[in-house]
């Protein structure tokens, strides 16, 4: 078993913003992809667990930007399985650009029956899951943020069909997207370190409006029946 899965990314012209640094999204899109083809090769990829009838969901992430890449570079990001807590899947990720670390990430993953649409508990789920000891990039796992319900309407947005993936539900980085959006550049300008943390609470599907409120850096995102979709929280460093 390959316990520590790495792959580089060159920084396209496309995964920038204005500044020339990686949009925060963009990494997470690498993530994403780098945890996604990691479980593959531990047989425990999407087409395996659809076999039990289920999947893995990103419940929660936090990241902690030290220096971000810029355009040119070239990123490598190694992930590695990090044991259970509880009904959550920890997976852990270092970014790093010719050896010097540059980011890291926590993230926390739920198994999910998608036709009883409930928790998949850990026993009943009969597969090994290594927990590497990886102490560069140890991090406690995060909470949940919480966003005041009197907050200000920040931004109202329409699932679009460039937003939703295979699973068929706007993909988490577009929730990362839309925090981007609401924080502004100029907090991206003067601040390239900075801690994120997204929680996510319910699917949005084409078609559906999200509107976002959120104060002190703080926001929370909900679908037009009013259910909380995701919360998230940035911190400077």
């Known amino acids: ?18 500044f020339g640094r990686l949009k925060v999204s963009e990494l997470f899109k690498f993530m ?20 039990i009838d289920s999947t893995f969901v990103l419940s929660r992430m936090k990241i902690n930007v030290l220096t971000m890449p810029s355009y040119g570079e070239v990123v490598t990001i190694k992930t590695y399985p990090d044991g259970v807590e509880r009904l959550f899947y ?28 409930r928790l998949v508990r850990v026993r009943d789920f009969d597969r090994y899951f290594p927990q590497v000891d990886f102490e560069s990039v140890r991090m406690v ?34 929730y990362i997207a839309w925090v981007s959006d609401c924080i ?15 929680n996510y609470s319910s699917e949005l599907s084409e078609g559906e ?11 929370s995102g909900y679908n037009e029946s009013g259910r909380e979709s995701f919360s998230a929280k940035l911190e400077r460093l």
């Open 1 to 18: 078993m390959i316990k520590i899965y790495e792959k580089t990314f060159k920084i396209e012209m496309s995964h920038c913003d204005c």
């Open 32 to 51: 994403q992809e780098c945890a996604m083809n990691h479980a593959e090769l531990m047989g425990e990829g999407m087409i395996a667990v659809h076999n």
């Open 90 to 117: 920890i997976r852990g990720f270092e970014i790093s650009i010719n050896g010097v670390k540059v980011a890291k990430a926590r993230s926390m993953w739920l198994l999910i029956n998608f036709k009883t649409r």
């Open 141 to 174: 796992s995060p909470k949940k943020p919480v966003v005041q319900v009197n907050a200000p309407e920040l931004l109202n947005r329409i699932v679009g069909y460039s937003d939703v993936d295979i699973i068929g539900h706007a993909n988490n980085t577009c």
């Open 184 to 198: 502004g550049s100029e907090f991206f300008k003067d601040n390239p370190s900075y801690s994120l943390v997204i």
């Open 209 to 219: 409006c999200v509107r976002i409120i959120g104060e002190d850096m703080t926001y």
